[in-house]
């Protein structure tokens, strides 16, 4: 990439001694990772403020690699003491500890393939920077104050909740890669709870996003919050059936999450995933078409090059249901004799893995409502509670709740009961998918129906 801007300029100085440091500590390569980030949360509840937390870090973490026996030592440091005696410190300690450790033959540095644009991805507004706290509780209290005045039915709340942050990362390797990039990230959330004839719900909404003027307004975030948790009055278990199964577009990303752990390049060469010789092959319903891209402007996954240098890139996952690619970093490219997806994921105190970017379901054609009147009976999940997937074998079994539909209307809410099945079952009986792609986080998805499921209830 081109000449340091400024403010990365003291960054670059720091990664710079580092591994220079380890260079001279007789590491055979190395990397280096700066992460400094500055962060808001606070909480409101009715009229009192909850808490209010800003929190500043900076730290930087160093890899280096030794060549021994066909193959490279490897290990990490990190530091948030940022003193050039602390840098070299921990870079000789870096060297130190990757000589102590066991000969990996696939490990290894990128040597090239260097992102060398700098996109604008739109990651950050700097007049973000020049909000007050003030300013931000006063969001907190417009959405819990919209919440209650929805209805005389939302009795209390859980709270409403601003959260705001921004980072500067900056990543250089010995093979000569420097780059940095700031990002930003604000996000507003509504909790209430809702309260009639006995019976007491809650529900939420949120808006997220890299600018703070692309938030959804505070009224609309506690309006909907409210509304999602008075539709759930009156819940209640049902009979143990089989039926289609919708998901909408809050519960629908978790199981893009939970295939990007089968397609994951370690989950693949480790055998840890029932995707891992599923290549080339149709895998799911040929209305699915899955992408993963660091590259989508205001997302929350976007960045300019990954946590190996190489520049970020859409990567088609699953085409019209046909697996197409596994999501790869480095080493797990190297293990699986294949070349990375530009999908690197670093920590500074951590190595590069495989991670999604920004990953998604293309949307496609009917709305929800029109999703729920060609259902005839079924169940639409809105939240969905623990965690029930093992990826080795698919199986998936999770806590649901949500609304019964019957006769293609929706009957009445429902709680209490389990869905279950075979990811690769589910994802080969997909036969709805809507037009409702809603963004809340690096993963998203539309609702989608699945053509049948067990849903064990009372």
Known sequence: MSAAKPGAERARGIVDLALASAARAGASAADAVMIESDSLEARVRGDEVDFVSQAREHTLGIRALVGADGGFRSAITSTSDLSEAAVERMAREAVALANSTACDPTAGMLEDGFASDEPDLALFD?????????????????????????????????????????????????????????????????????????????????????????????????????????????????????????????????LLGHLA????????????????????????????????????????????????????????????????????????????GMQSTGSAARGAGSPPTAAPTNLWLEPGTMNLDEIIAATGRGLLVTELIGMGFNPVTGDYSRGAAGLWIEGGEIAFPVEEVTIAGNLADMLASVDAVGSDLTWLGRIASPSLRVATMTIAGA
Not at 173 to 194: D, M, V, W
Not at 265 to 275: D, I
Not at 294 to 313: A, N, V, Y
């Open 261 to 336: 752990a089968c397609v994951n390049g370690y989950a693949v060469y480790r055998q840890t995933s029932y995707l891992a010789d599923r290549l080339g092959e149709v895998v799911a319903s040929d209305l699915l078409t899955i992408i993963d891209d660091g590259r989508l402007p205001g997302r929350l996954g976007s960045k300019p090059f990954d946590g190996e240098g190489l520049p970020t890139r859409r990567n088609v996952v699953v085409e019209r249901g046909r697996l197409a690619s596994f999501l790869l970093d480095g080493y797990s490219a190297r293990k699986l």
């Open 126 to 254: 700097p007049a973000d920077l020049d909000v007050e706290v003030d300013d931000q509780l006063r969001d907190a209290f417009a959405a819990e104050h919209a919440a209650r005045r929805t209805d005389p039915r939302i009795t209390n709340s859980e709270g409403s909740q601003v959260g705001a942050g921004h980072s500067q990362i900056a990543y250089g390797n010995s093979a000569g890669f420097f780059g940095s990039y700031e990002t930003g990230s604000h996000s507003l959330f509504s909790e209430p709870l809702a309260e009639s004839a006995g019976s007491k719900q809650r529900d939420y909404w949120m808006t997220v996003a890299r600018r703070r003027s692309e938030l959804d307004t505070p009224e609309s975030v506690g309006r909907r919050a409210a509304e999602r948790a008075l539709r759930r009055l009156g819940a209640k278990p049902i009979a143990t059936c089989e039926a289609p199964v919708v998901f909408d577009p809050i519960t629908a990303p978790s």
